[in-house]
Nanobody
């Protein structure tokens, strides 16, 4: 079984910063792409940023220049540094990972979510 455990969410004032972490644990061979998604009340879950094992990143236009995704493959951990936060960034943030369980077998996993609230 694979678990993704997120941390780092909280309440911050507009213009502030937060850093989210997501650590994968359990039995698996390796992790391919990892990413962060967010979902605000009444809205669909949306992509925030992704990063491949090699470090290639994609970032949503809405957060480009403010958010940075990174990972530590040795720790099976992905990070999301969020700067210049805006009230519209408030949402539950979910970690996602494409995990290689064994040769030829992979599966997608989600974390439980961590709440980010930005006050104006």
């Amino acid at each position: 079984q694979v678990q993704l455990v997120e941390s780092g969410g909280g309440l911050v004032q507009a213009g502030g910063s937060l850093k989210l972490s997501c650590a994968a644990s359990g039995s698996f061979f390796s992790i391919n792409a990892m990413g962060w998604y967010r979902q605000a009340p009444g809205k669909q879950r949306e992509l925030v940023a992704t990063i491949t094992r090699a470090g290639t990143t994609t970032v949503a236009n809405s957060v480009k220049g403010r958010f940075t995704i990174s990972r530590d493959n040795a720790k099976n951990t992905v990070y999301l540094q969020m700067n210049s936060l805006k009230p519209e960034d408030s949402a539950a943030y979910y970690c996602n990972a494409n995990v290689v369980l064994a040769f030829g077998r992979w599966s997608e996993y989600w974390g439980q979510g961590t709440q980010v609230t930005v006050s104006s």
